[in-house]
């Protein structure tokens, strides 16, 4: 199967460290929150992506083009600037076995628009999706085989959203009798980590059409939408202080997120 992520977000509340690139391009520890979501799939055995690029989308297009330059010992010949002998040896040897196909899919164009524009580039009658700035360690496996026994159009995955101030219960005459630091609100929201079916995209119409709205409203309907409720980590990079939270919990080796390299 194949996994497209929606990379076409301007990091408008993060512009402190995504003014010269896009959302999904901001670093933790060094590579691109894109690069650390297709690792996630990849662990799962999904290593064909379909990119959808808006602004700034070449960054993300030079990243890739030149990935084997960043990361192995290379021997170039000036006189042909097409000779290169990448070495099997020493720092990054062993390089993603990925099939990333970029797609610019306009500078403006909303998510459903986004998506319907892959269409051409999509294979098979299903595909994951999700966005270019959440992070997880739901199952993907399991999350297909919910889909798939739930013979839907659509699954998304619903997460708990932590919240980031804490909560005073009082009574009307001031006095307090619980206090609750960040709790974990009890609700599901959208997290991203979709599966849909390619019928799907026949209700998806012009480029301002909004994915969460219409398309999604339209197949909680006709009951073909439902949630696979994750309990886990997630966390989406949506301000500063999530960029902070994610780059110091990987800097010290607490990243949830990290399946790779762990048994399936």
């Not at 590579?31 to 379909?50: C, D, E, N, S, T």
């Not at 097409?82 to 020493?90: K, Y």
């Not at 001031?174 to 599901?188: A, L, W």
């Amino acid at each position: 199967m194949q996994a497209i992520i929606l990379c076409g977000g301007q990091g408008t509340r993060i512009r402190a460290v995504a003014e010269d690139r896009p959302k999904p391009m901001v670093e933790i520890g060094g590579k691109p929150i894109l690069w650390h979501i297709m690792k996630i799939y990849a662990h799962f055995g999904v290593r064909k992506f379909v990119l959808a690029l808006g602004h700034q989308g070449h960054t993300i297009v030079d990243f890739f083009a030149d990935y084997q330059l960043r990361q192995r010992n290379v021997t170039i010949n000036l006189r042909d600037s097409s000779a290169r002998l990448f070495h099997s040896d020493g720092v990054g040897a062993e390089i993603e076995d990925w099939e990333i196909t970029l797609v610019h899919t306009g500078e403006e164009t909303m998510t459903g628009g986004r998506i319907k524009r892959l269409a051409p580039y999509l294979h098979g009658d299903a595909f994951f999706a999700t966005y270019g700035d959440g992070l997880s360690d739901v199952n993907l496996k399991t999350l297909l085989e919910f889909h798939r026994g739930h013979q839907r159009l659509a699954t998304m995955t619903g997460v708990h959203l932590p919240t980031t101030f804490g909560i005073v219960e009082a009574e009307p005459d001031g006095s307090i009798h619980s206090f609750r630091e960040k709790p974990t609100m009890k609700g599901y929201i959208n997290g991203g980590f979709f599966v849909f079916q390619r019928e799907l995209l026949d209700s998806l119409d012009g480029d301002s059409c909004v994915l969460e709205d219409k398309p999604f409203q339209e197949l909680v309907d006709k009951d073909q939408l439902r949630m696979f409720s994750y309990d886990g980590f997630w966390h989406c990079m949506d301000h500063y202080k999530d960029y902070s939270t994610l780059n110091a919990m990987w800097k010290e080796g607490q990243a949830p997120w990290k399946v790779w390299g762990e048994a399936k």
